[in-house]
């Protein structure tokens, strides 16, 4: 009964506190915080080139960071269990679920989400020029993921086969059948980086 | 007719915010003061809630209230309640909701509720239920006396709960393939003589068949996000309608519908399930209110597949009968429905299927929708359509093989064509021309040239070739058209479709584009929110919208044209038939001086009033598009019509499709080498959206033919797909690399773009395609079921029992 209390003071405090630091004032994981654990909870992580500060549970989700605290709402959570691949962000250029993967252990990771894309000069990235133009989405929900994943396969290898691509996107899945329609894409972003 | 738009490539405004992040989906909307509510489910199949305790939930920091069935409109059985009490009827099912100031609290919360509940029978096997002595899904009965046909497919299914039984050595019979006698059956229609028309056929083929539940799965959960502002609901939903909606929820919600604004500018899947208002919405809606907050109902993968309705389950008996000359003169049909607690069934669109796309001279269909305690079930992609499809064509191909005859000959031969009559009505179709799609899609898949290679076996493999067809009724009429051309010169398009994913809410814009020949970039398109004064449209479903909108606009912007002339013919005299359009001036035909810009025209619109600036508006247009009309009224030159265009029957939507497969029998797994469908959708309006459609469509079928299914352990009414890996959707490794596909691009008269839609027979086709071709790599074995698993072709090709009961469902 004493810790529970102890705990409910201490939420209360971390919401009026943290209400303008964390961008919003969604607290999570609150039942697992620990009397003194605010500076734990705060970490710088490296995303789409830039530092952001943010205050993350200990059982937090990068993809729950993103979206919920850092309002990058591009990366998409479909099943929160690493069956799907919506979630897909770059760690150092390599794809990752980001429902699968806590923020506390990606502090010193290079992130990359869709909202990252961009080239300097504001155009669309290959892939997301691709993409347009094979129409390779349908309802959009896995495209965020797929964009991600094809991201990947053309950092690693820029001149990738079919196959090679097929097997690249085997981890994002699309309910709506679009996937000849997302290599088509693969393949097109391939050519405008040639 | 050449056109400007009509069946060319453009980029639907909507597809940069997807490669971007940038599109927004219902949980990516977080206001300010948004609080996070979730969901309490039941954990049992079957019973009664008898207490709820949530004290220790309510005394939580954070907490800030719950949402019961209590404090919602009553609902009866057998209808989908918001939150269920008095009949709890499936694993899964929303009992209460919980809210808190986050989704972590709200969720911890969940943990401290105390549900007491009354266990009641339960069933998930409509065969047992059937069966004298078996359990029933509700108290009261076990199959639905359905109160009249629905309106369509997407309509919320109304009836009252009844019971039928057979004596179990009917049941029995009708489980190894034979005609049950003098049984009862709660519904059915028939036309033509059967019993001649088997007596004139040359083969007959009788056989059982069984078609598995589907989940939905749409990749988005069905989140919703509600917030009240002065008696009016900001509804953010989940939906791949738009218009369509609004009554249906504003009902739900208990207030009228012009105090309810829907935002929909994105739905992440549907396939028939977000088509209309759905029960977890008005528990959203509700607890806004309740609440004074935005609430944010979030719903899991788990509940999903729950609550995210599926595709029925079929349990049939076929008996078809084939002429010498390879015409079908009878066919007769047995199905039982596996309707989940809604009873929700598609037993006559199914055998409609049969009517369509083999033309048998006489049929009749018999079928008792059963409850069972499994997840409630609705439309799904060619509901009713796509899984007769699947379940026929191997009986098809049996009776070609008993004829000697080519399995594509026998199609051909009974392809429906314009003047064909069909359903139980015997009406007519807008057109069809199916047997083109056949000979075009021959060509193209080579299917003459490929026979040799059926059968032909390499190692454990064995080489299976298949053809199948897709039919689904694919256009409306009656819906209402709005254009608005403003004094800058750009037309806006108001489009109240929805934005499923199959970009068909902008193509069927460029039809009203087309009509004022503007320029693409001179357009806007206007959807995604009721605010924005959207005319009352049709379903976002239904393989309906290219038919039903490209004529909506098309008459909205015939309006608009007629209005320009007549503005012209007043600044310059003359009548109106005097001037001509070229997409940016209305000017007079024998002296283009006079003329003035389509801004210039609007301006002058606007000054004149009345029916030119949207004041006054047609009598016939819905209330919905009313609204919108009051809401645009002086802003410009108002194009507004109801569809009134003729329309002289059923517009089909048919697709042919071939697949050449590899099976297995060591592994049981089946290779899809290569596959080509060739649709009957008139004229193409949008290529590349039109492959997407019959792609995405076969992806579909795939799945159905090879791993999708509802599983549910029969002692307990768990279920066993609630995930993707489990479900099992087929990912990009189940699919072939590339896949072909085509259209006749033969225009139909009943439409001013000559075009019909096809996102459901495409699905159809390549399910059939896939199952026949299993059946001839196994030189003709019926499995009579789909999907066919891996273990049953190694138990097939070892000589071993099968090990689901005969026409079990909802097992493995």
New interface residues.
């Given amino acids: 009964m004493d810790i529970r209390l102890s705990r409910r003071r201490f939420i209360k405090g971390v919401i009026f506190s943290s209400a303008a630091a964390a961008s919003g004032a969604y607290i999570a994981g609150a039942q697992q915080l620990r009397p003194g654990a605010v500076m734990d909870r705060l970490l710088t992580l490296n995303i789409n080139g830039r530092p952001r500060p943010v205050e993350a549970g200990p059982s937090e989700t990068l993809a729950f960071t993103l979206r919920t605290k850092l309002g990058l709402t591009g990366t998409k959570v479909a099943c929160n269990r690493g069956e799907c691949g919506a979630c897909t962000v770059l760690l150092d250029d390599t794809p990752y679920y980001s429902c699968s993967l806590l923020t506390h252990t990606v502090k010193q990771r290079a992130i990359t989400t869709v909202e990252g894309l961009r080239l300097a000069d504001g155009s669309l990235s290959a892939v997301q020029r691709g993409f347009i133009e094979e129409l390779a989405p349908q309802c959009g929900f896995c495209t965020p993921g797929q964009v991600m994943s094809a991201e990947g396969l053309l950092r690693a290898n820029p001149t990738p086969t079919r196959e090679q691509a097929r097997q690249a996107l085997a981890g994002n899945l699309c309910r709506c059948g679009a996937y000849d329609h997302y290599l088509n894409g693969v393949m097109r972003a391939a050519e405008l980086l040639s | 007719m050449t056109f400007k738009h009509i069946g060319r490539?453009f980029?639907?405004p909507?597809?940069?915010?997807?490669?971007?992040?940038?599109?927004?989906?219902v949980?990516?909307f977080?206001p300010?003061g948004l609080v996070y509510a979730r969901l309490y489910t039941s954990p049992m199949p079957s019973g009664r809630v008898v207490n709820i305790d949530a004290r220790q939930a309510l005394r939580m920091?954070?907490v800030l209230g719950i949402i019961t069935a209590a404090d919602l409109p009553p609902s009866s059985a057998p209808d989908n309640p918001m939150l269920a009490s008095e009949d709890v009827t499936y694993i899964g099912q929303p009992i209460l909701a919980v809210a808190a100031?986050?989704?972590?609290?709200a969720e911890?919360a969940l943990g401290r509720i105390r549900v007491d509940f009354e266990r009641r029978d339960f069933v998930t096997d409509p065969l047992e239920s059937l069966a004298e002595g078996g359990p029933d899904a509700y108290p009261d009965g076990n199959v639905l006396r359905q109160a009249a046909p629905l309106a369509d497919e997407n309509a919320t299914i109304r009836g009252g709960i009844s019971r039928i039984k057979w004596p179990a050595a009917e049941v029995e019979k009708f489980r190894r393939g034979e005609e049950p006698q003098g049984v009862e059956f709660a519904d059915g229609w028939t036309y033509g003589e059967l019993e001649a028309g088997f007596a004139e056929s040359e083969v007959i083929v009788e056989e059982s068949f069984v078609t598995a539940g589907t989940p939905h799965?749409?990749?988005?959960?069905r989140s919703s996000m509600a917030y009240w502002e002065n008696g009016k609901c900001y509804f953010y939903g989940s939906l791949q309608s738009q218009s369509a909606v609004n009554e249906g929820l504003a009902e739900m919600l208990g207030i009228e519908p012009e105090n309810l604004c829907v935002i929909a500018e994105?739905?992440?899947?549907?396939?028939g399930s977000k088509a209309r208002a759905y029960p977890v919405m008005g528990v959203c809606g509700h607890f806004a209110r309740m609440l004074n907050r935005p609430v944010q109902l979030r719903v899991?993968?788990e509940e999903e597949f729950y609550i995210g309705v599926g595709r029925p389950g079929m349990q049939g008996w076929i008996k078809a009968g084939v002429r010498a000359d390879g015409t079908v003169a009878a066919m007769d049909v047995i199905i039982i429905s596996d309707g989940g607690p809604t009873g929700r069934n598609s037993a006559s669109a199914s055998a409609q299927h049969l009517s369509v796309v083999y033309t048998p001279t006489a049929m009749r269909l018999r079928n008792i929708p059963v409850f069972t305690n499994t997840a409630p079930r609705g439309a799904q992609r060619g509901p009713g359509q796509n899984e007769m499809s699947a379940a026929i064509a191997p009986i098809m191909d049996k009776a070609a093989r008993g004829l000697g005859m080519d399995r594509v000959a026998l199609r051909r031969i009974n392809a429906p064509h314009s003047e064909s009559p069909v359903y139980e009505n015997r009406g007519p179709v807008t057109s069809a021309f199916l047997g083109e799609a056949l000979d075009m899609a021959s060509e193209m898949f080579d299917w003459e040239g490929r026979q040799a290679r059926s059968g032909q076996r390499n190692g454990s493999k064995v080489r299976g070739l298949g053809v199948g067809l897709g039919y689904h009724s694919a256009g409306n009429n009656g819906y209402d058209g709005l254009v608005r051309i403003a004094p800058d010169g750009r037309v806006y398009l108001h489009s109240g479709v929805g934005n499923?994913?199959?970009?068909s809410y902008a193509a069927t814009t460029r039809a009203a584009a087309e009509v004022l020949q503007v320029p693409w970039e001179n357009c806007e398109i206007v959807c995604g929110n009721t605010d924005l004064h959207l005319p009352n449209s049709s379903v976002q479903g239904g393989s309906n919208t290219i038919f039903t909108h490209t004529r909506a606009n098309w008459v909205a912007a015939e309006d608009a044209v007629a209005k320009l002339k007549e503005i012209a013919a007043m600044q310059f005299g003359g009548e109106a038939a005097e001037y001509e359009i070229d997409g940016a001036r209305v000017f007079r035909a024998d002296n283009a001086d006079q003329e003035l810009t389509y801004g210039e025209a609007a301006a002058l619109a606007i000054e004149a009033g009345g029916r030119y600036s949207g004041e006054e508006y047609p009598d016939d247009i819905h209330p919905i598009t009313r609204r919108a009309v009051q809401g645009v009224a002086g802003s410009g030159l108002i194009g507004v019509a109801r569809d009134n265009l003729p329309k002289r029957g059923i517009a089909p939507g048919l697709c042919v499709g071939m697949v050449e497969i590899d099976v297995d029998l060591e592994t049981g797994k089946i290779d899809l080498l290569d596959f080509a469908a060739v649709a009957d959708c008139g004229t193409i309006v949008h290529p590349?959206?039109l492959?997407?459609q019959i792609?995405?469509?076969?992806?579909?079928g795939f799945g159905m033919a090879a791993s999708e299914r509802h599983v549910y352990d029969p002692q307990n009414a768990l279920p066993a797909g609630v995930?993707?890996?489990q479900a099992k959707?087929?990912?990009?490794?189940d699919?072939?690399?590339?896949?072909h596909n085509g259209a006749v691009d033969i225009p139909d008269p009943d439409n001013p773009a000559g075009a019909r839609g096809v996102g459901e027979p495409s699905q159809g086709c390549a399910v059939a395609a896939v199952a026949s071709a299993i059946s001839d790599a196994l030189g003709g074995h019926l499995f009579n079921r789909v999907p066919v698993t891996p273990d049953m072709i190694v138990n097939h090709a070892h000589g071993s029992e099968q090990e689901a009961r005969l026409l079990a469902l909802n097992t493995f």
């Fill in positions: 490539d980029t639907p909507d597809v940069e915010g997807k490669v971007t992040g940038a599109a927004r989906y949980e990516d977080q300010e920091d954070g100031t986050t989704d972590a609290i911890e799965h749409c990749l988005e959960p994105n739905a992440g899947g549907g396939f899991t993968r499923l994913g199959t970009y590349k959206g492959s997407q792609n995405g469509g076969a992806v579909w995930g993707f890996y959707l087929p990912t990009i490794l699919v072939p690399s590339v896949m």
